[in-house]
């Protein structure tokens, strides 16, 4: 993204809140691994959204009609010797000329500085919760205030979280984003082609993991988007199984859920496939459904129509293919009614897709499912999980997990599946297996 596309979500984040507010993001903190060694920094997503900096310890203030300068920049003055250890730092001079800012100062002068740019504010937008310690400055700031109400100060009598705002505006991608959403997905699609090129039986997970970071690198993705799921057999039963330490074994399914993050832009994906490259008749019969399920479930997906509707497809088509496969017993309508098929399908159908790969957004607006707007971004991902230990399965679907789940953008006509590069149905896997 360049420093265009940030002013522009500042200037219009600016306009929502009106002259009489100030929005104040402080930016995530770095995080140990253990002792000395610390995580590798990524930006809170909210914060990056707005200001594309890159560096911690850093506030980014936004003050509609300040005569200074509506965005200000807090961050960690330039030290030459720290420098030699961590490299270089934008300071007050890059703040403003690298990032944008209209004005920066030292992070160490925000007690100073800051609560004087809340005088006269009639509300303060910010978030509270998400980083503790902060609240509390921030409250003490406009406690100090008041004690100065009689010399004619006026301090916010109202906070409004940024959620609110915020939040909104990343739900609907502009066209740099979807571009960077694009590519993410491209990126994680030929690293799925590559793991199940690269599979066979006695390998370990994380053997195929390693192969999935390989061509996330190879194709500039520095970092996965989440912890990638890779269960063997029965792990592909835990929906969030992150081991990824057991073999591989003949005749069991590999499920992958896996993305790369390009620009800060998450993708999403997940196939199921044989470790030994062919789907046995209770395999593909079970696939089968999952898929046809999950291609109802797109369908759904286009303008007005709302979040449940994917959700509601998926559940009709897996609930009949359940009871044709004598999985459930009795009638689709009392199945669907008792939500028989739950102990096999127990989660929902997607989410919301962005910088986070849960990302942000209200699922409802005024208790009613959210309607779809060209530029969202959801995942699609219905699945079907029969452990060995679910005592009235028959012994022929025991460990078979098979999830397929592929990111999609709603577009004004309907949508486009950005994840269409790896293949899906069971004869396009078998062949790239086996090629």
Known sequence: MNKQEFAHRRKHLMQLMGDSGVAILPAA????????????????????????FPEPEAVAVLIPGRKHGEYVLF????????????????????????????????????DDILPG?????????????????????????????????????????EFVSLDHLLHDMRLIKSGKEIKAMQTAARISARAHC???????????EYEIEATLMHSFMQQGARFPAYNSIVGGGANGCTLHYTDNNA?????????????????????????TFPVNGKYSTAQRAVYELVLEAQHAAIEQVRPGKHWNEPHEAAVEVLT????????????????????????????????????????????????????????????????????????????????????????????????????????????????????
């Open 29 to 52: 903190p770095m995080r140990l691994r253990n002792r000395d060694s610390e995580y590798h920094y990524r930006p809170d997503s909210d914060f990056y959204y707005l200001t594309g």
């Open 75 to 110: 961050c960690r003055e330039r030290n030459p010797d720290m420098e030699t250890w961590t490299g270089k730092m934008a300071g007050q001079e890059g703040a403003v000329a690298d990032y944008g800012a209209d004005d920066s100062f030292p992070i160490d002068d925000i």
């Open 117 to 157: 740019m809340l005088e006269n504010k009639q509300r303060v937008y910010y978030t509270m919760g998400t980083h503790p310690d902060f609240d509390q400055r921030l409250i003490g700031w406009v406690n100090s205030l008041r004690k100065q109400s009689r010399a004619g100060i006026h301090t916010p009598g």
């Open 194 to 204: 590559a793991a199940m090129q690269a599979c066979k039986p006695g390998m370990k």
């Open 247 to 271: 073999v591989l074994k003949d005749g069991d399914l590999l499920l992958i859920d896996a993305g790369a993050e390009y620009e800060y832009y998450a993708s999403d994906i997940t196939r």
């Open 320 to 435: 009949d293919g359940l009871l044709k496969l004598g999985i459930l017993k009795g009638t689709k309508k009392t199945a669907i009614k008792n939500e028989s098929y739950k102990p096999y399908y127990m989660h929902r159908t997607g989410h919301w897709l962005g910088m986070d790969v849960h990302d942000v957004g209200d699922y409802k607006v005024a208790d009613e499912w959210r309607v779809f707007e060209p530029g969202m971004v959801l995942t699609v991902e219905p699945g079907l999980y029969l452990p060995a230990t679910h005592k009235r399965l028959a012994k022929k679907w025991w460990n078979i997990g098979i999830r397929i789940e592929d990111d999609v953008l709603v577009t004004k006509t309907g949508c486009e599946v950005l994840t269409s590069g790896v293949p899906k149905s069971p004869d396009d896997v078998e062949a790239l297996m086996a090629g």
